[in-house]
């Protein structure tokens, strides 16, 4: 069971390379993705034209570094991720002719993307960014997974292509790194930016389920997969709802392979409940492991999980946090990002992934489930808004007129109001305008009144959002956009920045690309109601899920920043100031005006940290390196 774990990748494909000193690059991309890999760094030039950089996290096949060649040397191949599937497609190599000197997954992509070719993608069933390339004719190959877990950024100027895992490499190739502001508009929205986009003009992401192709001349991306949009006759939706557990078990056990110890992350909610319980079905050895907050008792959970734990006779271990480590964790976690990603629950996963280190390098969590079986409760106010009863316009009017906009996620009444209040505004729009308040996190109507309205006429910015609205489907709209645009951009964004920070593996189950696309067959109406959501998962694990579990409100994995923004991230955000680039994005009297500014981010702690963490970025990475690249 030998994996390529989670690696770095970067590269250059130019004419002019070795004008570029290669070799000095080279080492400085290497050095910047150290985490990602610390066991093995590898850097190659390539016919002249290519440079291909890799870091690995965890040898285990001295054989298996890369870059990796193929037994001709004429195809190169450096990978980020796993195939977990390799072991079938290997035999259907052998059976072809293929003979293998390693016991690695790297291999077998290897020779299935010789084989296959771009089809080789739609038989990986994993997570990864790949960069393949083709001696003879000279042309490069990039891909991503089908739902965006493993990154893969690019630039292109004057035929020149660099692409890496992380933007710190494409910055320690000394590309322009000149701010995209409509992008960043856009995150004060979502508080990511969202695939294609990124914070810096002229780097895009590849998206998910995606390949670019370029031979030096032109630039070809093309999609090689997309959820199902079927319609099943009643018979075969039972079969498909009668396989999920099954498919779910398959993709558990594939994902628990490993040479290195596995654990799970257990919150005491229903999607990590159920990943432990068929880990431990399969290595009944494994352990969860639980971090706990003694002096933060609303966001503890570790009773819970613990009672599941002890109720199946699984391995737990509750690890206590105390307020001060999550503190100190803030400035580690948003030192590790790139570009500017305002999920506070990031702070927490950076804390539960360091604390877990010391015992393990891959865990299972429960990420996905959310967005595959509809668990997020804008999926209950999608359903109910959709139907104009008095009882809705009631809600509507008195949730516009009587609530105040002064309110946080610390507590459950102040939730409950927010919630009210997002329906209430929600209730009036329509289609892509619906889908687009419910999911930003920052009151839409509110960033609009506080961005420089240049920015929101700007062409650039109305481009992209008219790409957001495109990926809108009105069949399955609200789970299968949020795939396109919440999944990639915010939840697998956090799963691996906050995993490759700590050098730890996180695998999700859930992703699954055969069960996702047998759950997405299946009606929404299966899945949530106004009243009930992830119905279709809690009947499925109804014999393995309690009723302590079952019935237990939904509880984001959260950390206390309205008590922090009224004590010392406050005063960190005053003592600093604005940075110089917020006056491109706030319009003036705000900008010129910061105390206004404050008080209107006081009255909601998620608007105060999208602009504390984007101030920190600013203040912090990319002040001394503006506009100094070589390559504009």
């Known amino acids: ?6 690696c770095g990748i970067a590269g250059i494909y130019s004419e002019f390379i070795n004008n570029l000193n290669p070799d000095y690059i080279a080492k400085n991309v290497c050095d910047s993705l150290i985490q990602r890999g610390p066991d093995f760094q590898k850097y190659e030039i390539i016919n002249s ?12 096949d001295q054989a298996a570094n890369q870059p990796m060649w193929d037994d001709s040397h004429r195809y190169v191949l450096i990978l980020n991720g796993e195939i977990f599937n390799y072991k079938d497609i290997k035999s259907r190599l052998i059976s072809l002719g293929y003979k293998f000197i390693t016991s690695s997954d790297t291999e077998v992509a290897l020779y299935t993307l010789i084989h296959f070719g771009n089809e080789a993608l739609e038989m990986f069933n994993g997570f990864f960014s790949i960069a393949f390339y083709d001696v003879y004719e000279n042309k490069l190959l990039l891909a991503r997974d089908r739902f965006g877990d493993k990154p893969l950024y690019y630039f292109y100027n004057h035929g020149q292509l660099f692409f890496a895992s992380e933007i710190k490499a494409l910055r320690a190739m000394n590309i322009s790194c000149d701010y995209d502001y409509s992008a960043i508009a856009l995150y004060l929205f979502l508080t990511y930016i969202p695939s294609p986009f990124c914070a810096f003009e002229n780097i895009k992401k590849l998206p998910p389920a995606s390949y670019l192709i370029y031979d030096g001349d032109k630039i070809i991306i093309n999609k090689y997969y997309n959820l199902p949009t079927e319609t099943l006759n009643n018979d075969e939706v039972i079969t498909n709802i009668n396989n999920i557990k099954s498919l779910l078990e398959k993709s558990v056990q594939i994902r628990l392979n490993a040479d290195v110890p596995v654990g799970t992350f257990l919150s005491g909610g229903i999607d990590s409940s159920i990943i432990t319980f068929l880990a431990h079905k399969f290595n009944p050895d494994i352990t969860a492991y639980t971090i706990s907050f003694p002096d933060l008792p609303y966001y503890d959970e570790s009773i819970i999980a613990s009672k599941f734990a002890i109720d199946n006779n699984i391995s737990h271990k509750i690890i206590p946090i105390e307020e001060k480590n999550l503190v100190n964790s803030i400035n580690n976690a948003i030192n590790y990002i790139d570009e500017p990603y305002a999920d506070s ?3 927490a996963l950076y804390t539960l992934v360091n604390a877990v280190k010391p015992f393990v390098k891959v ?5 996905g489930a959310d967005e595959l079986f509809g668990g997020y409760n804008k999926y209950r106010a999608w359903a109910r808004l959709n139907e104009k009863t008095c009882f809705n316009k009631l809600i509507s009017f008195g949730g516009k007129n009587f609530i105040w906009d002064n309110y946080n996620s ?3 009444f102040s939730n409950k109001l927010r919630q009210l209040k997002k329906f209430s505004n929600a209730f009036d729009l329509q289609g892509f305008n619906r889908y687009f308040y419910l999911t930003a996190i920052n009151d839409v109507f509110f960033i609009n009144k506080i961005l420089n309205p240049d920015i929101i006429q700007s062409h650039e910015f109305n481009e992209k959002i008219n790409l957001l609205q ?10 299968a956009t949020d795939f396109s645009i919440v999944l990639e951009g915010d939840m697998l964004r956090k799963t691996d920045l906050m995993g490759m920070a700590d050098s730890t593996e996180i695998r999700s189950p859930f992703l699954d690309y055969e069960l996702v696309d047998n759950v997405f067959k299946i009606p929404n109406s299966f899945k949530f109601n106004k009243n009930t959501n ?3 998962i809690r009947n499925t694990f109804s014999d393995v899920l309690p009723d302590y579990i079952l019935n237990k409100p939904k509880h984001g994995f959260e950390v206390p920043i309205k008590k922090w923004m009224n004590d010392f991230l406050l005063n960190d955000f005053e003592n600093k100031g604005l940075n110089s680039n917020f006056k491109f994005i706030l319009n003036k009297n705000l900008y010129y005006n910061q105390n206004n500014l404050i008080k209107f981010a006081k009255n909601s702690d998620r608007l105060f940290y999208t602009l504390y963490v984007l101030n920190d970025i600013w203040n912090r990475k990319y002040e001394q390196n503006q506009n100094t690249s070589n390559f504009k």
Not at 1 to 6: C, E, L, T, V
Not at 363 to 367: A, R
Not at 470 to 479: P, Y
Request: a neutral charge.
């Open 1 to 6: 069971n030998i994996f390529n774990f989670m």
């Open 470 to 479: 495109e990926k809108f489907i009105e069949d399955q709209n609200i789970l």
């Open 345 to 347: 629950s990031a702070i």
């Open 49 to 60: 034209k290519l440079l291909f950089c890799h870091t690995r996290l965890s040898i285990l």
């Open 410 to 412: 610390n507590n459950f």
């Open 363 to 367: 865990v299972l969590s429960g990420d």
């Open 534 to 536: 992830k119905i279709l």
